[in-house]
């Protein structure tokens, strides 16, 4: 594992960089924006204007890139996005935040295609999947460490969108100083969305509900957090665990998918999923202290820990039905379909919170988790679980990735898949015996 990542731990690096100083701004949004007294419905507006932009990146980079090549995308994308985060405290106003959103959601998305890009042409088929592997790690790690860097300043001032502008405009020079040039990005068409449901129904509404599920955790959690009175560091601490869950649970779903029909553990982790969001709405229906905030933790672990496994196993469920052929298209399909639940499903919080109180996180999360629990069980009754033995291999790819890891990360398992079945299918070597016995 050493070996392989001596030729990429540059890229990693810079990752784990660029994920500090979005992960921080993703909670300051929530911080400050209850500072400045806007409501949950405007945070919610801001969030999926995040989403939007993030989605329109994923679809435009790609040409940016053979007009221009990566190095030029990357450096432009980077000094808008770092000069997006300085703008917030500058520009306090909903309208503002939600342009500016757009702006760094774009340029976010757009990064990942260029670095996911180089990570990719890096590594080699037998590599790939460790490659894959810790650029997942290096998100989520950077993610987390970006909600204790927040406790280092006040929300209230300047400080800490300048540390996520300075963080952001660092992680260039690792990156830009170790790569070398790879060919342009070349992507397929995304499979329609009628395709993509007739190919795997469950897959579809599946990342859908999970895009409403990722979004409001990873943009509305802040703000909740904010609403029922936690301090800074408590909204920190919440936000960390939505992310720290999954950390601890990736792997252990990741064998059970292997090993077990995909769709009872779909099943399985939308029920955890939907618990842990009643857990959360009890704890949340009392005073945030010493008493209550544990409970509040742990239901923030244990949703936001199922939540990106879900996305990784329903990738892989929906490229089981699927040919070696399809899975490029179907891999854009979904992650187009995912950016779609995530634009909605903030907006529907944020009116859910407006309407009842900021307590209705947890009821619209728990309300999806449902959904989803509910039509996977329906879609056990339809259709014949595909023998575990003929399933593609398991990867955790997390949501934040764009179409180059997820296609990446498709080609890895439909080959990791054939090389077992071509190693259990050799012959085992017959024992040398002594002459055959007469008939």
Known sequence: MIQVLSGVWALLLGIVLIMLGNGMHFTLIGLRGGIEGFSAAELAVVTSGYFLGFLSG??????????????????????????????????????????????????????????????????????????????MLAQTLGIIGAQGLLTLGDAATSALFIGASILVSVSFAPILLSVTPVPAVEMARPMTLRGLFASSPLGTVGIFLLGGVYATQSGMGAVFGTEIGMTAAQVALFVAMLFAGALALQYPVGWLSDRLDRRAVILGCAVIGAASCGLGWVAAGLAVDGTT?????????????????????????????????????????????????????????????????????????????????????????????????????????????????????????AEQAETEAETEAEPEAEPQSGPSRPA
């Open 293 to 413: 905030l544990w409970p509040l933790m742990g239901a923030a672990f244990l949703a936001g820990g199922v939540t990106t496994p879900l996305y990784a196993l329903l990738l892989a469920y929906t490229n089981d039905y699927l040919s070696a052929e399809d899975m490029p298209a179907a891999s854009g399909g979904l992650v187009f379909t995912f950016g779609l639940g995530a634009i909605l499903g903030p907006l529907a919080t944020g009116w859910a919170m407006e309407r009842l109180s900021p307590s209705a996180f947890w009821l619209v999360l728990a309300a999806t988790f449902i959904c989803l629990a509910l039509y996977a069980l329906y879609r056990m009754t339809q259709r014949t679980a595909a023998p575990a033995a003929e399933t593609e291999s398991y990867l955790g790819v997390v949501p934040t990735s764009s179409v180059v890891a997820v296609e990446a990360a498709g080609a890895w398992a």
């Open 58 to 135: 994923a679809r435009l980079t790609p040409n940016l890139i053979r007009r221009v090549g990566h190095v030029r995308v990357f450096a432009a994308l980077g000094s808008f996005m770092s000069a997006g985060l300085i703008a917030f405290p500058l520009l306090t106003e909903p309208w503002a935040w939600t342009i500016l959103r757009v702006l760094v959601g774009f340029c976010i998305s757009g990064i990942y295609v260029a670095a996911e890009s180089w990570l990719n042409n890096a590594s080699t088929n037998e590599t790939r999947g460790k490659v894959l592997s810790a650029y």
